[in-house]
């Protein structure tokens, strides 16, 4: 393997305790190390740029930085300037956790497991799925191929165009999504990158020229770390990388995270025959502790029969005769032997999820379930969360399209009384489409509280990004407010200028209108959730 270091311009910048820079505009001599991963074509420095690749078919290579923000900092903001040949597969922006991969030197070697029978050579890195032990990466990706094989391993049946991005944290990819604007070409594309660690994770916000393609996602458990800067790219197939300029900002130190307590609530948890539920009694979280972020952990441990099909899957707890669902799951399609786990955020529920409570949990068949939380206390230096001071149900079970009196009782009016503590208001709907019609078809809905309405589309165009792929079966195809292997997704409307505390709020749902004769329905679990000063 070559790596050389190279004179490319890297000014820090101290102007206070508070915050450090590195730019870079690769005119100036500097302290970053370049390196070719199984190829003879290292990356270049000419002409005012980097070229990270030069159009040579094979190539794999990075460039990384040594730690130049010693400790942890409370937020991370980059701006990245690239020009990428339609050619070349992807590259990523990492920050290398300095415990993990040192606080200076190349980039390691990544993703090479041992080489199978007959090969010589083992797997070179791709540089577009950089999941790296714990450490943050970005990844664009520029080649999801189009198919025509609704059951392949390859997803993208709708034949999209070929431009993602990727968010990684700790050995997984923890979110993908499609990039509106162009990302290849001869044009330079800018690319910012924000990253504010706050309790129990990180809001992560990424803007492609102008175009938000992700606005303060919640990334669990990504704490502050000491990181250092790397880039990797890779072009099987040749295609050119070149980087015109790169500024990473560390701001604000950041106080100690305080120790998180996880409990283990349900460990193999056993199935049942279909239709049949059981609640029984667990202790939760201990009552008393702190309860700033609460995070679900919700792991599917396959058995040796299992159900080939995509199958609800859930959580629900119990407070006296109400019960609300913490989780809806739909499982992965004809997957087997595989774990699969899911970490959802249920912090506006924490006030559920302390002492003795009753649970039910599915699927009903073909797994075994762990359930654990965990409860994050604040840093010195964040802002609270919303303060919960009220929860209701408000729609809930299952609307039948071929029954309309089934329809009219699932989301008929509401009327619920509004706490005289609160300040806010959130309205969290999550739905899910079931048979042909209800399934396979956007479906608009709206939402009328008081006089406003607020409208929406029922369609999930990103189930080919699916964590969990490949799959077998359809799990590749737009659907109505899920996919396979996802949970379900969440409606939220924000309705705090709309209360008045100690009066009633008056809430109607209106489905489209759908014309069936078959088994066409909607699931919907649903809550109004309040929040004080």
Same mark, same amino acid.
């Given at each position: 393997?070559?790596?050389?270091?190279?004179?490319?311009?890297?000014?820090?910048?101290?102007?206070? #305790?508070?915050?450090?820079?590195?730019?870079?505009?690769?005119?100036?001599?500097? @302290?970053?190390?370049?390196? !070719?991963?199984?190829?003879?074509?290292?990356?270049?420095?000419?002409?005012?740029?980097?070229?990270?690749?030069?159009? *040579?078919?094979?190539?794999?290579?990075?460039?990384?930085?040594?730690?130049?923000?010693?400790?942890?900092?409370?937020?991370?903001?980059?701006?990245?300037?690239?020009?990428? @040949?339609? &050619?070349?597969?992807?590259?990523?922006?990492?920050?290398?956790?300095?415990?993990?991969?040192?606080?200076?030197?190349?980039?390691?070697?990544?993703?090479?497991?041992?080489?199978?029978?007959?090969?010589?050579?083992?797997?070179?890195?791709?540089?577009?799925?950089?999941?790296?032990?714990?450490?943050? !990466?970005?990844?664009?990706?520029?080649?999801?191929?189009?198919?025509?094989?609704?059951?392949?391993? &390859?997803?993208?049946?709708?034949? %999209?165009? *070929?431009? /993602?991005?990727?968010?990684?944290?700790?050995?997984?990819?923890?979110?993908?999504?499609?990039?509106?604007?162009?990302?290849?070409?001869?044009?330079?594309?800018?690319?910012?990158?924000? $990253?504010?660690? =706050?309790?129990?994770?990180?809001?992560?916000?990424?803007?492609?020229?102008?175009?938000?393609?992700?606005?303060?996602?919640?990334?669990?458990?990504?704490?502050?770390?000491? &990181?250092?800067?790397?880039?990797?790219?890779?072009?099987?197939?040749?295609?050119?990388?070149?980087?015109?300029?790169?500024?990473?900002?560390?701001?604000?130190?950041?106080? /100690?995270?305080?120790?998180?307590?996880?409990?283990?609530? =349900?460990?193999?948890?056993?199935?049942?025959? !279909?239709? /049949?539920?059981?609640?029984?009694?667990?202790?939760?979280?201990?009552?008393?502790?702190?309860?700033?972020?609460?995070?679900?952990?919700?792991?599917?441990?396959?058995?040796?029969?299992? @159900?080939?099909?995509?199958?609800?899957?859930?959580?629900?707890?119990?407070?006296?005769?109400?019960?609300?669902?913490?989780?809806?799951?739909?499982?992965?399609?004809?997957?087997?032997?595989? =774990?699969?786990?899911?970490?959802?955020?249920?912090?506006?529920?924490?006030?559920?999820?302390?002492?003795?409570?009753?649970?039910?949990?599915?699927?009903?068949?073909?797994?075994?379930? @762990?359930?654990?939380?965990?409860?994050?206390?604040?840093?010195?230096?964040?802002?609270?969360?919303? %303060?919960?001071?009220?929860?209701?149900?408000?729609?809930?079970?299952?609307?039948?399209?071929?029954?309309? &009196?089934?329809?009219?009782?699932?989301?008929?009016? %509401?009327? $619920?009384?509004?706490? #005289?503590?609160?300040?806010?208001?959130?309205?969290?709907?999550?739905?899910?489409?079931?048979?042909?019609?209800?399934?396979?078809?956007?479906?608009?809905?709206?939402?009328?509280?008081?006089?406003?309405?607020?409208?929406?589309?029922?369609?999930?165009?990103?189930?080919?990004?699916?964590?969990?792929?490949?799959?077998?079966?359809?799990?590749?195809?737009?659907?109505?407010?899920?996919?396979?292997?996802?949970?379900?997704?969440?409606?939220?409307?924000?309705?705090?200028?709309? $209360? /008045?505390?100690?009066?009633?709020?008056?809430?109607?749902?209106?489905?489209?209108?759908?014309?069936?004769?078959?088994?066409?329905?909607?699931?919907?679990?649903?809550?109004?959730?309040?929040?004080?000063?």
């Amino acid at each position: 393997m070559r790596w050389l270091a190279v004179g490319l311009s890297c000014l820090l910048l101290a102007a206070s #305790a508070q915050e450090v820079q590195l730019t870079t505009d690769f005119s100036a001599p500097g @302290d970053a190390v370049l390196r !070719a991963h199984g190829s003879d074509h290292p990356p270049l420095v000419s002409e005012g740029g980097l070229q990270l690749l030069t159009g *040579q078919k094979g190539e794999n290579n990075s460039a990384a930085w040594p730690v130049v923000a010693p400790g942890s900092y409370r937020r991370i903001e980059a701006e990245l300037s690239f020009r990428l @040949d339609p &050619a070349a597969h992807g590259f990523s922006l990492m920050l290398l956790h300095s415990n993990h991969f040192h606080s200076s030197g190349p980039a390691f070697e990544l993703y090479k497991p041992m080489p199978l029978p007959g090969h010589p050579k083992p797997a070179a890195p791709h540089w577009d799925e950089p999941n790296l032990w714990g450490s943050f !990466a970005l990844a664009v990706d520029t080649h999801n191929p189009p198919t025509d094989d609704p059951f392949d391993a &390859a997803g993208n049946v709708h034949k %999209r165009p *070929q431009r /993602e991005i990727s968010l990684h944290y700790d050995g997984k990819e923890l979110a993908n999504a499609f990039c509106e604007p162009m990302l290849t070409g001869a044009d330079s594309v800018k690319l910012q990158l924000t $990253i504010e660690f =706050v309790t129990g994770g990180a809001e992560v916000s990424v803007d492609v020229d102008g175009h938000a393609v992700y606005e303060r996602h919640f990334l669990p458990h990504l704490l502050p770390y000491e &990181a250092r800067v790397a880039l990797g790219a890779w072009g099987a197939d040749g295609g050119t990388l070149r980087i015109d300029s790169l500024r990473v900002h560390w701001l604000r130190p950041a106080a /100690e995270s305080p120790p998180a307590l996880t409990v283990e609530v =349900v460990r193999r948890g056993g199935t049942r025959p !279909a239709g /049949e539920h059981a609640q029984s009694s667990y202790e939760l979280l201990p009552e008393g502790i702190e309860l700033e972020r609460v995070l679900l952990h919700y792991r599917l441990n396959p058995l040796v029969k299992r @159900d080939e099909w995509d199958r609800l899957g859930w959580l629900y707890v119990w407070d006296g005769d109400a019960r609300y669902e913490l989780a809806l799951i739909l499982t992965p399609f004809r997957m087997w032997g595989a =774990v699969y786990e899911y970490v959802i955020d249920v912090t506006d529920f924490a006030w559920l999820l302390q002492g003795r409570r009753k649970l039910d949990f599915g699927p009903r068949r073909g797994f075994v379930t @762990d359930v654990s939380f965990t409860a994050y206390r604040r840093p010195a230096d964040v802002e609270p969360l919303p %303060r919960v001071v009220g929860m209701a149900n408000v729609w809930n079970g299952a609307a039948h399209f071929n029954n309309p &009196a089934s329809v009219e009782a699932t989301f008929g009016v %509401r009327r $619920i009384p509004v706490p #005289a503590e609160a300040r806010g208001a959130k309205l969290r709907i999550c739905v899910t489409g079931h048979g042909g019609t209800a399934e396979f078809k956007p479906l608009q809905r709206t939402v009328r509280v008081g006089g406003q309405s607020f409208e929406d589309t029922l369609w999930t165009t990103d189930c080919y990004l699916n964590p969990w792929r490949p799959q077998f079966g359809t799990w590749k195809y737009d659907r109505a407010g899920w996919g396979p292997g996802s949970a379900g997704r969440i409606w939220e409307i924000d309705l705090s200028a709309l $209360i /008045e505390p100690g009066s009633e709020l008056e809430l109607e749902y209106i489905p489209e209108t759908i014309e069936s004769s078959s088994w066409d329905n909607h699931h919907v679990e649903s809550q109004l959730v309040f929040y004080g000063g």
